[in-house]
């Protein structure tokens, strides 16, 4: 079984920053895919960026420029850094991940992220 726990949400005014955080812990083999999704407020889960362990990357086109994310494969962690954030970010932001061995997905309880001023 394997856990993911997210922080690093909060209440940001337009314009500003956050850095979300997940780590995986459990029997962790190798996180093939880490990334996040998202929800917002009477819409769809939506991809935001994923990573695969040989860092190759994919963003949803609204977060081009502005997003950036990182893994630390020792530690299981994957990162989100999010820059010049707009209220339409605002959301629950989900961990994702995916282990081939497994063939199995995982998510994380998510993160809420809100754009206000």
């Known amino acids: 079984q394997v856990q993911l726990v997210e922080s690093g949400g909060g209440l940001v005014q337009p314009g500003g920053s956050l850095r979300l955080s997940c780590t995986a812990s459990?029997?962790?083999?190798?996180?093939?895919?880490m990334g996040w999704y998202r929800q917002a407020p009477g819409k769809q889960r939506e991809l935001v960026a994923t990573?695969?362990?040989?860092?190759?990357?994919v963003y949803t086109d609204s977060v081009k420029g502005r997003f950036t994310i990182s893994r630390d494969n020792p530690k299981n962690t994957v990162y989100l850094q999010m820059n010049s954030l707009k209220a339409e970010d605002t959301a629950v932001y989900y961990c994702?991940?995916?282990?081939?061995?497994?063939?199995?997905?995982?998510w994380g309880r998510g993160t809420q992220v809100t754009v206000s001023s």
């Open positions: 990573m695969t362990s040989g860092d190759s990357t």
């Open positions: 994702y991940a995916w282990m081939r061995i497994t063939n199995v997905e995982y």
């Open positions: 459990g029997t962790v083999f190798r996180l093939n895919v």
